[in-house]
């Protein structure tokens, strides 16, 4: 029997998401946001996340178009491949649904035209009659874009 992999669900729009569970760190409502100037698209800004400055991915974003502000925030870490620290983001959701496991067998490669909308898109399945979006969290912002937001903490 194939071992399964936990999988956190999350809803943005229309699109159900899924993360990997071991790299989720904690679910929370939504927490107050310094915007910054010239960070990329998807990022909304900085919340203070425990006491720590951490950058905040609009998730419709990199899927879609935001029409409605976040219900939840799903702080994950990035395990950048080789890097010795364990970086931190928060992604910005309107719902997180529960869990789920899933037989890696059962997951599809994103197809071409698909992997152009989101880098950070790892492979996709169903979920009942929905399309099901796996998303692999060390790549929603590469080293250099999270360096550069650092660099905004405690500036004006």
């Known amino acids: 029997m194939p071992a399964t992999t936990p999988w956190l669900l999350c809803q943005v729009h229309e699109h ?11 679910v929370m409502r939504p927490l107050p946001l310094l915007a910054v100037a010239q ?10 996340m425990r006491g720590a400055p951490v950058p905040v991915i609009d998730l419709a974003r990199c899927l879609c178009a935001r029409s409605a502000a976040p219900t939840r925030f ?17 992604l910005a959701v309107d719902a997180v649904s529960g869990t789920i496991s899933l037989d890696p067998e059962q997951l599809a490669a994103v197809p071409p035209l698909l992997s152009r909308a989101s880098s ?26 999270l360096s550069e937001l650092a660099s905004h903490v405690g500036t004006d």
């Open 16 to 26: 159900v998401c899924a993360l990997p569970l071991a790299q989720v760190i904690e």
């Open 74 to 90: 799903v702080a994950v870490e990035l395990l950048a491949p080789g890097a010795p620290l364990e970086r931190r983001i928060a």
């Open 120 to 145: 950070a898109l790892d492979a996709v399945t169903t979920l009942d009659t929905r399309l099901l979006m796996l998303l692999q969290t060390s790549r929603f912002l590469t080293d250099s874009e």
């Open 39 to 48: 960070s990329p698209e998807c990022v909304l800004g900085l919340c203070v």
